[in-house]
């Protein structure tokens, strides 16, 4: 089946953590107006779009992903003017603006929520979120044994308006944030108009919090396997009643038919963890989503062999709905790969690394993030990128624990630490306060010391610096259409992975000893070869043969 073409099919998009980009009010939350003065700098940098994760109006229990009102702007971040001239001044810049839709749960403070805290059970309140009657003869244990995301039970139990323990409402991530009824067309409704009122301000897509969530199997049962956000089943086995349940694509379907009701291309992005890459694709038929993150490439080792079956894998799946094939390597919800990629095989991949934990060898994991940047810039399809990881900013894994926000820190009673060390404001300018993140030394979460080595104003016009080597493979990915090419594999062994795409020779070394560079004119390379002009370890290079 051909591939669908169309901007996203081969856009390089980045993504900005609001409270994390940049601070134009000196308050040490980063704001609307900060990033609209910073987008020259993504303008430079070579990337097609931004997304924005959520800057709505919000109690802020899951830092904005909690939303009480999906029509404005949390006064933290702005104003609605302030979004408009934020999108207008990336369409002058020409770049595209996607926002963050999070249609899974509300947040607790949401007036529909308030309402059916106060409403009766049974109650058309009460039908918009999933409500339940406890188990046992005072209905005192929860409806099912599902557990949430960040730590704990799923359920949560009311007082009801007259004082007496009432029903359990279902919240798969924080207790702040109840899950919607999807089965009640209300919710429908009000999503398809929340979906055209950022479409007539001017934006250019969606990018859909927990999109495999929306619809839960109808009795609710009992699942007793880990209760883990990446389903990892098989094709053909039971899924987890929580997740990836077909009811969704009904769902996307509908929204896609507003999307191409507007002029110009508007994209919906599913942020769907669900494996395998078969089940995924689906999320991306031409009817659905016109991306979806690939999270199973994020999550794979970084071994010659894993990394060949996975690109083969999510190429071959989305090949076969004519979707195009979106590769990540960091977010806001991950160890930064820079660090990631520096942890002990053995250590797994932790949820958060703080103090007394294993540290990352920071070299070793800079070294690798910036081949696997080289080599996931090379492949056709499209790309993400996460704000700082131009920068090589690693993990702040030694943040402190009195510091951190993440609720999955205090749900896991301490014993997860949570994605706070890679939100952490990022550096701008070296001798600056807050490291050019805002014109006071405010941060929300504290920097580390060793920031002002990776602040942009370092790198700039360097040489070999991570940023000008991201800068570099942006320019040839557009200049040679990478993203809009054909895989064809040159090498699948165990120690080097080589392939040609668009006229260019793309080999990444994963063995111990250096080789020889493909034939051809060498135009960029993740590090420096070594003295006999071979590609030392843990190098992708890029040849033009």
């Not at 929520?113 to 309140?125: D, H, I, L, N, Q």
């Not at 929340?194 to 969606?206: A, E, I, K």
């Not at 191409?260 to 395998?276: H, K, N, Q, T």
């Not at 701008?428 to 942009?456: C, K, N, R, V």
């Amino acid at each position: 089946m051909g591939v669908a073409h169309g901007w996203w099919t081969e856009a390089v998009i980045y993504q900005i953590y609001p409270r994390s980009f940049a601070d134009s009010d000196g308050d040490g939350i980063g704001d609307l107006p900060g990033i609209t003065a910073r987008l020259g700098h993504l303008a430079e940098l070579g990337v097609d779009a931004v997304w924005l994760s959520p800057f709505y109006p919000s109690p802020q229990a899951d830092a904005g992903y909690d939303v009480a009102d999906y029509r404005d702007v949390d006064p933290l971040f702005g104003s609605l003017a302030d979004a408009d001239a934020l999108i207008a001044e990336a369409r002058a810049k020409g770049l595209k603006v996607i926002v963050d839709l999070v249609p899974n749960h509300t947040s607790s403070a949401h007036r529909w929520f308030r309402a059916a805290v106060t409403a009766a059970p049974g109650s058309p309140e009460r039908a918009r979120y999933v409500f339940r009657d406890g188990l046992g003869p005072d209905g005192a244990t929860p409806p099912n044994d599902w557990q949430s995301v960040f730590g704990g039970p799923a359920w949560t139990r009311l007082v009801e308006p007259d004082g007496r323990p009432g029903q359990w409402y279902l919240h798969l991530f924080d207790p702040a944030q109840p899950d919607l009824n999807w089965d009640n067309p209300e919710i429908r409704a009000e999503f398809l108009d929340v979906l055209r009122f950022w479409l007539d301000r001017g934006v250019d897509g969606f990018r859909v919090d927990v999109a495999h969530g929306l619809i839960k199997q109808a009795d609710l049962a009992n699942w007793e396997e880990p209760q883990e956000i990446l389903s990892g089943n098989e094709v053909d086995k039971p899924r987890p009643p929580m997740w990836d349940q077909d009811g969704v694509h009904e769902i996307y379907r509908d929204w896609r038919r507003v999307l191409d009701s507007y002029d110009g291309a508007r994209i919906l992005v599913a942020e769907a963890w669900v494996e395998p890459a078969e089940r995924i694709a689906r999320y991306v038929r031409p009817d659905e989503m016109h991306q979806a993150f690939n999270f199973e490439y994020l999550l794979a080792a970084w071994t010659a062999p894993a990394q060949y079956a996975v690109i083969t894998r999510s190429l071959e799946a989305t090949d076969a709905v004519g979707a195009p094939t979106t590769w990540v390597l960091s977010n806001h919800d991950v160890i930064r790969h820079a660090s990631r990629m520096g942890l002990s095989a053995k250590g797994g991949r932790p949820n958060g690394i703080g103090i007394g934990d294993p540290q990352p060898d920071a070299a070793l994991g800079l070294r690798r993030a910036r081949a696997a940047t080289l080599l996931m810039l090379a492949l056709p399809g499209s790309a993400y990128l996460y704000q700082g990881e131009e920068l090589g900013l690693p993990e702040h894994t030694t943040l402190p624990d009195e510091s951190r926000q993440d609720p999955t820190w205090e749900r896991s009673g301490h014993t997860q630490r949570g994605r706070d060390g890679c939100r952490v404001p990022i550096p701008w300018e070296a001798d600056a306060p807050s490291y050019g993140f805002g014109p006071t030394d405010a941060s929300w979460l504290p920097q580390p010391p060793l920031w002002a080595e990776y602040a942009l104003d370092r790198q700039q016009g360097v040489s070999g610096s991570t940023y000008e080597t991201y800068r570099t493979a942006l320019r040839l990915r557009r200049e040679h259409g990478l993203g809009r090419g054909t895989l064809g594999w040159l090498s699948s062994g165990d120690e080097v992975l080589s392939f040609r795409n668009a006229g260019l020779t793309v080999l990444t070394n994963f063995g111990a000893a250096a080789v020889p560079p493909p034939a051809g004119e060498l135009l960029h390379s993740s590090a420096p070869l070594d003295a006999d002009g071979r590609v030392p370890t843990d190098v992708t290079v890029w040849v033009r043969h």
